[in-house]
């Protein structure tokens, strides 16, 4: 992500949430009565994202969600069927360029489990694959990123990364920005 694009703020978040509720004729009350439930796939730490987002909308926007733990392919089957009100879901860039991400949610991407459909959007990452200058491009993507935060068809909770520590007598790891170590040709010498 470039730059600040959004700060926690909730004060602000309970006042867009309180403006949306009524642009939907709804109250928080008509809110926590739809029964919402954010599907997670099993894993500890995926629980626990789930429950302190729980916890977050309980506190600060005073509403009340499920959770609803299932098998991963179950998940993925129930996402690519819209069969979902909120999941908590991940991606790991396959290569070092922001399109990796950015194209997810082009209206066309196979990905695009949230049908997230801004013709806008779409413009500027089709700008961005059929350039081969990098300013065009990359001016293309920081403006498309800027739309998916404002559009928020999802809402990015964290980064994941590969800490790790090699001591100095080891060689030979190689490490790939996107991807974890390589320690087929490590060696440990005196």
Do not use: C
């Amino acid at each position: 992500m470039q730059g600040d694009l959004f700060s926690y703020n909730p004060e602000e978040a309970k006042k867009l949430f309180e403006e949306g509720l009524k642009e939907e004729g709804m109250t928080v009350e008509d809110f926590n009565s739809q029964g919402f439930v954010i599907l997670f796939n099993t894993s500890e730490s995926h629980k626990k994202i789930a429950q302190a987002v729980q916890e977050m909308w309980r506190t600060n926007l005073g509403i009340e969600v499920g959770l609803e733990n299932v098998e991963f392919q179950v998940k993925l089957d129930r996402e690519k069927a819209g069969d979902y009100q909120i999941s908590r879901a991940g991606w790991i860039g396959d290569f070092m360029d922001p399109i990796t991400f950015l194209d997810l949610w082009w209206s066309q991407s196979e990905f695009n489990d949230v049908k997230y459909n801004n013709p806008d959007y779409d413009a500027l990452i089709r700008q961005a694959k059929s350039s081969n200058d990098q300013s065009v491009r990359m001016k293309a993507m920081k403006e498309a990123e800027k739309m998916l935060i404002e559009d928020m068809p999802v809402i990015p909770v964290y980064f994941y990364t590969q800490p790790y520590t090699v001591k100095p007598n080891v060689t030979g790891i190689v490490k790939v920005a996107v991807r974890y170590p390589i320690i087929t040709y490590a060696d440990i010498t005196e």
